[in-house]
């Protein structure tokens, strides 16, 4: 099983940010986001045995006193850079508890065996993945840059999910395998 650890958005934002994407779509062909995907990730596992599926789930479970998380969803970039763009992406900005929630969850895991990770945490939303150097993004720029708002919407976070991602022909498919309710 492919896993992940991540916090799901409501669907009033998912509403929003489908118009913002169809908005956008017709400006680069690029692999967009699929909206039921759009979620924000805490951890990256990776493949793990079924058959540990408890284990994880009980680490997780450890994780969830604490208090809800503000998120507000603002501006676009590019990762890793916009020269050389691979993701266009949302950004997120929250208080240090939606940071802490990621370095828990990597200190939690890494207690099961599993990597570390290296990179600085950069929460965000992938809107869209560049697959092809080639495609023109001027018009896309233009798009973004002519929007009449830059903020996306806001939300507090009540939990978070373990993830499992599977892929498929139109792209992977997540599906939330257990829940966690914040709690103090």
């Known amino acids: 099983m492919r896993l992940f650890t991540g916090i799901s958005l409501p669907q009033d934002l998912i509403d929003d940010l489908t118009r913002l994407l169809d908005k956008l779509r017709p400006e680069a062909h690029l692999k967009w986001s ?3 995907n759009l979620h924000i990730t805490t951890k990256f596992i990776g493949e793990w045995p079924e058959e540990r599926k408890e284990e994880l789930v009980s680490a997780l479970r450890m994780l969830s006193r604490r208090s809800p998380i503000d998120i507000a ?3 676009a970039g590019w990762l890793p850079n916009p020269k050389h763009p691979r993701i266009l992406f949302a950004g997120l900005k929250s208080g ?3 940071k802490q929630l990621a370095d828990d969850t990597d200190s939690a895991l890494a207690g099961l ?3 570390r990770e290296t990179r600085p945490f950069r929460p965000h939303l992938t809107l ?3 697959n092809d150097s080639a495609v023109p993004l001027d018009p896309l720029r233009n798009a973004i840059r002519d929007l009449e708002s830059r903020e996306f919407g806001r939300f507090t976070a009540s939990n978070f999910h373990l993830y499992l991602s599977k ?3 139109a792209g992977s498919i997540y599906t939330q ?3 966690f ?3 103090k």
Do not use: C, D, M, T
């Open 181 to 183: 309710p914040f709690s």
């Open 96 to 98: 240090p508890e939606l």
């Open 73 to 75: 969803i603002e501006g």
């Open 177 to 179: 395998l257990a829940e």
């Open 167 to 169: 892929p498929g022909p």
């Open 34 to 36: 699929a909206p039921y």
């Open 128 to 130: 869209a993945r560049i």
């Open 113 to 115: 065996g599993i990597e």
